[in-house]
């Protein structure tokens, strides 16, 4: 059985190496993090995804699955590192750069080196095939260079990585076909193959569409705030089109795919790729059209008390990265009239650069519960102990999840519509 070095132990490095250990095959991870390294040489996991704690104690009790900080000799290495943006919206593809520069010095020739990573296109060629170059191998002859992105949902990557059909590009046929037969070892779902720059872009794209039509919903939810329509209502009629699927509205687009991969697009090619960088636009606005019913809400009162429910880009995750809740959270933080308590069951205090509440800290004395993240926990609030916890029992669920009814005691505002939208009216006036 194949050795596999994984570089790279995040949220995808550390369930891909997981899945293939539980295959049999020998695996080493390695991360810059020595919290991770430490941590997973005793079974042990700090992020949060189901079933992932339970395998990696297993492999790593079996002697298939070790960490470390550096990179070793194998017969195949898997890049899995993070690719964030700059602040003008270009890819920094460092992390790339350097995990590649860093299993250079242990390659052989009939290596398989894989780029896992979301990337632009041309990267493999731009960016990693240089690299092997000048440490003295051909890329196209002594070396197999291929990307195969990972197409996983938070929550189900461990039965994906399996089940999905993977995309596999490689910087030749016969790289493509070297990768494809590593992957075609544990996934059950179709091994696609093409050229390395093709599956660059069907990634790129796979998220952009995803973007582009939320875009399409949180548009609709601005004009349906303006004409006094609930656009939640307009999307269940029109969706019942048997062609039309509107995707749903919400704070903002999150995570480390759909708030960055349509900025690798428009980087190549900025003049042709007008509705993407549009669609970002319109996300990236989104929190600030919840701050502002926020601030409508609480106009008449002195010194509201806001809880702020969900820190995570998605429901029962503790992902954190490009969530527009943080962004939302530190804005009204900022802003010195709010009295702010933060609530996520599923975020650690470490991870945010703010203090986090229990529920109970939370909703005591609140005027306006937020919620920000679909959680299973939000999903399933009691209105009852709301109302007698609560100063003022307003709910703006930008999610719409809910499941909140209004009745006498509770008003429930939900993104997409806000036809009924008033400000809170209790003994404390702002005029006070």
């Not at 941590?39 to 699955?65: Q, S, T, Y």
């Not at 490009?322 to 702010?340: G, M, Q, T, W, Y």
């Not at 800290?361 to 959680?375: K, M, R």
């Not at 999903?379 to 307003?394: E, F, G, H, N, R």
Request: hydrophobic share 45%; aromatic share 4%; charged share 25%.
């Amino acid at each position: 059985m194949q050795k596999i070095c994984v570089v790279g132990l995040g949220y995808i490095g550390l369930p891909t190496a997981a899945v293939f250990a539980r295959a049999g095959f020998d695996i080493v991870g390695v991360d810059v993090n020595k919290q991770v390294v430490e941590r997973l040489n005793k079974g042990e996991i700090i992020i949060e995804e189901v079933g992932l704690p339970e395998v990696v104690k297993e492999v790593v009790d079996a002697g298939k699955l070790r960490a470390s900080l550096e990179p070793e000799a194998a017969d195949v290495f898997i890049i899995s590192v993070p690719t964030p943006i700059h602040e003008d919206c270009t890819a920094n593809v460092e992390y790339v750069r350097s995990a590649t520069k860093a299993v250079v010095p242990h390659l052989e020739k009939g290596n398989v080196i894989i780029v896992e990573s979301t990337i632009p296109p041309r990267t493999m060629d731009d960016v990693v095939a240089p690299i092997i170059r000048e440490a003295g191998f051909d890329p196209e002859k002594d070396v197999y260079l291929a990307h195969c992105p990972e197409r996983v949902l938070p929550g189900r990557i461990l039965i994906e990585l399996v089940e999905n059909t993977r995309i596999v590009g490689g910087l030749t046929k016969e790289a493509t076909t070297k990768a494809a037969d590593v992957y075609r070892q544990v996934v059950t779902g179709e091994v696609l193959e093409t050229e390395a720059v093709t599956a660059e872009m069907s990634k790129l794209m796979e998220n952009t569409f995803r973007d582009v039509n939320i875009a399409l919903a949180n548009e609709l939810t601005k004009i349906a705030a303006r004409l006094g329509v609930d656009a939640h209502k307009v999307i269940e009629l029109a969706n019942r089109h048997p062609r039309v699927n509107i995707h749903q509205p919400g704070p903002g687009v999150g995570g480390h795919c759909l708030a960055v991969d349509p900025y690798f697009i428009v980087e190549k090619a900025p003049e042709e790729a007008l509705m993407i960088q549009l669609s970002r636009d319109i996300n990236n606005s989104m929190p600030d059209f919840v701050i502002e019913q926020i601030i409508k809400l609480t106009a008449e009162l002195k010194e509201p008390r806001i809880a702020l429910f969900g820190l995570t880009y998605k429901g029962n995750i503790d992902d954190v990265r490009e969530s527009p809740a943080i962004e939302i959270v530190e804005k009204v933080l900022a802003n010195p009239r709010f009295d702010v308590r933060v609530h996520d069951p599923h975020v650690r205090n470490e991870q945010v650069p703010f203090p986090l509440s229990s529920f109970e800290e939370a909703i005591t004395d609140a005027n306006l519960i937020v919620i920000l993240t679909d959680h299973n926990e939000f999903k399933a609030l009691d209105p009852q102990a709301l109302i007698a916890k609560m100063d003022t029992s307003v709910i703006f669920d930008t999610k719409n999840c809910s499941g909140l009814e209004q009745e006498a005691a509770l008003t429930v505002h939900r993104i997409g519509d806000l036809t009924n939208l008033q400000a809170i009216h209790v003994n404390k006036p702002i005029n006070n």
